[in-house]
């Protein structure tokens, strides 16, 4: 088989902006564990009109994961926090260093100290939603096919929890990491043994189980092909789990313009519909 052109770099997406910082409350680098003695941590961003439910996004492109201040989220997700969801980067081991397999043991242990955490950050943890593009909407993905609940015996507190969600938006990800594993200059992350490669892809992990997952993808797109989200649809519709997905014709790796806009409202309405009781269905 031909390898796949190489793939995932960078979430780039315009975003709407938000009503200001007076109406919100920001916990800054929650510290959910720690690896060669560096801390890895996540921000919750609290809106005023707090509804209980959490969207987590996956701060990854080409899985690396560039820390900014949680003040520069608001901006950037300024749509979730105006419908009451409150908002949780979560920041993982980042490439060169640390590589796919890594990343998503990361991303799974936040999910599980969210959770233990869920009163003191006064959200819902049967109402987690998950979220991000192309290597943050792969880690999303493995997030809502890849669950466990939890080990009760583990020493570790944070490991006793479960790591499921209850609802996955992935923009552009990659979904097959099998014939693009090995050395690679340009995302470092995927030098991983490629024995590995197939408990990391998400097209092998779908079944009935899996959460609501929204997949949306331009057909311009010449990083990560759209034939990944089309590959990945036709295993959630095989296998009966509740999923849609919305093609931008003539957008490429990263949305702009009206295709963020459209994008941003699709992902906002598929939330309000799988973690809000009642809530409305996107009409394309």
């Not at 996004?57 to 749509?79: H, K, L, T």
């Not at 590589?99 to 599980?112: M, W």
């Not at 997905?245 to 906002?268: C, L, Q």
Request: charged share 20%.
């Amino acid at each position: 088989m031909k390898k796949i052109a190489q793939v995932i770099l960078i979430f780039a997406i315009s975003c709407m902006g938000y009503t200001g910082l007076a109406d919100v409350k920001i916990k800054s680098d929650v510290v959910y564990g720690h690896k060669d003695g560096m801390a890895l941590v996540y921000d919750v961003i609290t809106p005023e009109n707090a509804n209980g439910a959490t969207v987590v996004f996956m701060v990854s492109g080409g899985w690396f994961s560039r820390w900014a201040p949680a003040e520069n989220r608001i901006q950037q997700f300024g749509y979730y926090l105006d419908e009451g969801f409150t908002l949780i980067p979560v920041h993982h081991g980042s490439a060169p260093r640390y590589k796919v397999p890594e990343a998503y043991a990361d991303v799974s242990r936040a999910i599980r100290h969210i959770k233990l955490n869920a009163e003191a950050h006064g959200i819902d943890p049967n109402r987690i939603g998950v979220f991000g593009g192309s290597a943050g909407g792969h880690l999303s993905l493995m997030l809502g096919m890849d669950s466990d609940q939890g080990n009760p015996s583990a020493r570790d507190e944070v490991m006793r929890h479960d790591n499921e969600v209850a609802a996955v938006v992935a923009y552009f990800p990659p979904v097959d990491l099998r014939e693009i594993t090995g050395p690679n200059d340009r995302f470092p992350a995927l030098d991983f043994p490629q024995e590995k490669a197939a408990s990391i892809s998400p097209i092998l992990f779908a079944d009935a189980g899996d959460p609501p997952t929204l997949l949306i993808h331009g057909d311009a797109d010449d990083l990560v092909p759209i034939s990944n989200s089309i590959i990945m649809q036709a295993e959630f519709e095989a296998h009966s789990v509740v999923s849609d997905f919305i093609t931008i014709p003539g957008a490429g790796h990263g949305f702009r313009g009206d295709d963020a806009t459209r994008a941003a409202n699709a992902s906002v309405a598929w939330f309000k519909q799988h973690l809000l009781e009642g809530g409305a269905s996107y009409s394309d």
